[in-house]
């Protein structure tokens, strides 16, 4: 009886993993080592059942032993989707003396890359933005500077590198105006808001890190909601609906029994829903105010619209209406990075990854006003080195925000835009004129220095619009050849783009090691009221824990 019931026992195991594995996508070669794995283990176990009994512990601990074999036979694959890059390439500047690019005010990878290493795992090399991570954090600017009542202070820094002492490290940073210092609920300042949430509902949502915790992230939000402001909920899945019309702020326990209501079930159709979405926003519509859409999703997209290209021609066409779209990335598995990243900046939204309710709070409530007030609107920063004291140059981060030259002057050309009160780094890693580079020395390019022009390193050029304006206004300030001591913010920032690189495998920071990021680290933590930063610092140990020995 005894055997009998074991294998009885164990087959059902088998059965209920052989169920829970197919219950999620896999390839041949999953299926194949599955079935493998599985009629190892009813072998193993059937003859354990029929062998003479040793004693009672020996075969409790065997019949253990192989259920656990059973569970375990099976790991669901990871199909989490993040657009290819490579670091940007040094620049001989005799040859190539302008770098041009975006503002990036997404924060999401920063998160995502938490997230991984929580659990256990370096990030996969394509999932690390070092923009990103820089700009998760807040910084002081204290000394920055304002030209033409621009909405934004400007300050410039130049320091030694600190994985090539023989380089320097050139930070370009912008901080945008805050007209509203307080919360959303308490301060009228902040114009009428239109928000449309947009939630994916689809089967793959029903996970405790997806829906429940947009549910919650929703719910927090809209208990600061104002009586001005009008909320819409739309639902997608295999169909679209409009669960809650555009609502007043005020009818609270409204919208939070519209959000409790939701249920997660079925397939995901993208386009049909952003384009509802974009309906619901525009009839909902608020003349010099707030329209956005908060689009909470794991970017699994499998009906209708697919293709990113697809997609993205979607949100061209509607960006110039009016309404925004921001994207929330939540859970793991089947993430769509890629996806929501590039719709959040074709959108002129940004894009947050949501690992935690603590994560929901910084960036719906502790920065709302940089998440839904823009203040400055297609943001292109362009830098000319000087080849009389720069003899290289590369920008660190940004990969996917590189423009060409002449877009910098073309209008039509879009660009990050900029929350009230966000702040967004820069940080190029320049050689002097004087010093080794990376490249070889050009045969017949001149050598010597003009010192009339070796006070500064390069010219700094910033081009904006205003919210609503179509035509953008240019701002201008030389970059003083002039190294200094670096500030508290310049170490942090030059910690975190340290770690961006040894996680992403850069080329070029030498012998540089995680030990040397927490030690650059904790000397620029400053006051972290919040403490970000010395959450970092714990981050910094579990990748350098996590990376194998050399």
Not at 100 to 106: G, K, L
Not at 189 to 197: D, G, K, M, T, Y
Not at 405 to 413: H, L
Not at 448 to 474: A, C, F, Q, V, W
């Amino acid at each position: 009886m005894t055997a009998k019931f074991t294998i009885q026992t164990i087959s059902l195991c088998v059965l209920t993993a052989l169920i829970g594995a197919c219950s999620s996508p896999k390839t041949s070669t999953q299926t194949d080592d599955v079935a493998e794995a599985t009629t190892s283990t009813i072998a193993q176990a059937n003859d354990i059942a029929s062998a003479p009994i040793i004693n009672t512990q020996a075969k409790q601990m065997a019949h253990y032993s192989m259920h656990r074999q059973a569970e375990v036979a099976y790991t669901p694959p990871n199909h989490e989707n993040y657009q290819d890059k490579t670091p940007n390439p040094i620049n001989d500047t005799t040859k190539n003396a302008l770098a041009t690019f975006s503002i990036d005010t997404d924060t999401g990878s920063y998160a995502n890359t938490r997230r991984h290493l929580n659990d256990g795992a370096l990030p996969p090399t394509n999932a690390v933005r070092i923009e990103e991570l820089i700009n998760y954090f807040n910084y002081d600017f204290s000394q920055a500077i304002r030209q033409n009542d621009a909405p934004f202070l400007v300050s410039t820094e130049t320091v030694s590198s600190p994985w090539k002492q023989t380089n320097h490290i050139i930070k370009i940073a912008i901080k945008a105006d805050d007209p509203t210092a307080d919360k959303f609920s308490k301060n009228n300042e902040l114009p009428p808001a239109n928000l449309v949430f947009l939630v994916d509902v689809s089967g793959s949502m029903d996970e405790n890190d997806k829906l429940p915790l947009v549910q919650a992230s929703l719910k927090m939000l809209t208990k600061n909601l104002r009586e001005q402001d009008t909320i819409s909920l739309i639902t997608y899945a295999g169909n679209t609906e409009i669960v809650l019309p555009a609502t007043s702020g005020k009818e609270t326990a409204k919208i939070m029994s519209a959000i409790d209501h939701l249920t997660a079930s079925g397939s995901t159709n993208g386009e049909a829903a952003i384009k509802l979405a974009y309906a619901q926003a525009r009839q909902a519509f608020k003349k010099d105010g707030i329209n956005r859409i908060l689009m909470m999703t794991d970017g699994d997209f499998n009906v209708g619209v697919s293709d990113v290209d697809d997609m993205l021609e979607i949100i061209r066409r509607e960006r110039d209406s009016g309404v925004s779209l921001s994207t929330f990335g939540f859970g793991q598995g089947n993430l769509n990075d890629h996806m929501m990243e590039q719709v959040a900046d074709n959108g002129n939204g940004n894009y947050s990854y949501i690992d935690s309710l603590s994560e929901a709070k910084k960036a719906l409530i502790d920065e709302m006003s940089a998440t839904f007030n823009t203040v400055a609107k297609d943001v292109k920063v362009q830098v000319e080195f000087n080849p009389n004291t720069v003899k290289e140059w590369r920008l660190i981060g940004y990969e996917n925000r590189v423009l060409a030259s002449e877009d910098f002057n073309n209008d039509k050309v879009d660009a990050g835009d900029l929350g009230a009160g966000k702040a967004v780094v820069a940080l190029f890693e320049i050689t002097p004129s004087h010093q080794k580079g990376m490249l070889d020395d050009s045969r017949y390019q001149p050598k010597t220095i003009d010192n009339k022009k070796s006070d500064e390193l390069g010219y700094l050029k910033i081009r904006y619009k205003s919210p609503n304006g179509n035509t953008s206004k240019l701002i201008e300030f030389p970059i003083k050849n002039q190294v200094t001591k670096p500030s508290h913010d310049l170490k942090f920032a030059m910690a975190v783009a340290g770690f961006g690189q040894l996680l992403t495998q850069s080329p070029y920071v030498g012998d540089w090691h995680f030990a040397d990021s927490k030690k650059l680290a904790q000397s620029g933590l400053g006051k972290d009221e919040q403490g970000l930063r010395h959450e970092f610092v714990k981050l910094i140990e579990l990748a350098d824990g996590l990376t194998p020995s050399k």
